[in-house]
């Protein structure tokens, strides 16, 4: 039996999935988020609670920029399925109210986690309590990846990267 079939299904499956994962936004690096992080008066503080508002700083930046990827991408599938059965005139108004409709969730989904960071500065009264167990982990995980080298190789620099994710938790 040949197998000179499945080496262009493997390819095609591994780019449908990177193209997924790129294109629906999975994950937020720290910087990306980091990003969201611009205080109104621009002191670099914004009383944000460890753990809490980071993590819907996430959320927003999947909300705003993540869906709007995954909607786009899911619309130009559909636009393509269109043209190759030759409905494009079928289809276009479909489109076109998908393209609307995700812009209107995207600003939605932006204003909903700003009111949700506001809301949670209160909970920066924990800061005291959590920001030294995540400086802790982050530490641990950053001298892992760079004194235990031999040990951990070749996931150091990644070890390295995900102390830096975590430093990313502790609040302002």
Same mark, same amino acid.
């Not at 609670?49 to 909607?71: D, H, L, N, Q």
């Not at 559909?78 to 108004?93: C, E, H, M």
């Given at each position: 039996m040949s197998n000179r079939h499945r080496k262009p299904r493997r390819l095609l499956a591994a780019a449908g999935l990177t193209t997924i994962a790129v294109g629906a936004g999975i994950a937020c690096?720290?910087?990306?988020?980091?990003?969201?992080?611009?205080?109104?008066?621009?002191?670099?503080?914004?009383?944000?609670?460890?753990?809490?508002?980071?993590?819907?700083?996430?959320?927003?930046?999947?909300?705003?920029?993540? +869906?709007?990827?995954?909607?786009?991408?899911?619309?130009?599938?559909?636009?393509?399925?269109?043209?190759?059965?030759?409905?494009?005139?079928? +289809?276009?108004?479909f489109i076109a109210q998908g393209v609307s409709q995700c812009a209107t969730f995207q600003t939605q989904d932006g204003t909903t986690a700003d009111q949700g960071i506001a809301a949670s500065q209160p909970l920066a009264a924990i800061n005291p309590a959590v920001n030294p167990g995540v400086a802790a982990a982050s530490d641990g995980a950053t001298k892992l990846g760079t004194e235990q080298h031999d040990s951990v190789a070749p996931f150091g620099p990644t070890i390295v990267g995900f102390g830096r994710d975590i430093a990313f938790f502790g609040g302002s």
């Open positions: 690096a720290p910087a990306a988020c980091a990003a969201t992080r611009s205080p109104a008066d621009g002191s670099g503080e914004d009383g944000s609670a460890a753990i809490v508002t980071p993590s819907i700083r996430i959320m927003k930046w999947f909300g705003t920029v993540g +869906f709007g990827e995954g909607c786009n991408f899911t619309l130009s599938l559909v636009g393509a399925g269109a043209d190759y059965f030759q409905q494009v005139p079928t +289809f276009s108004p």
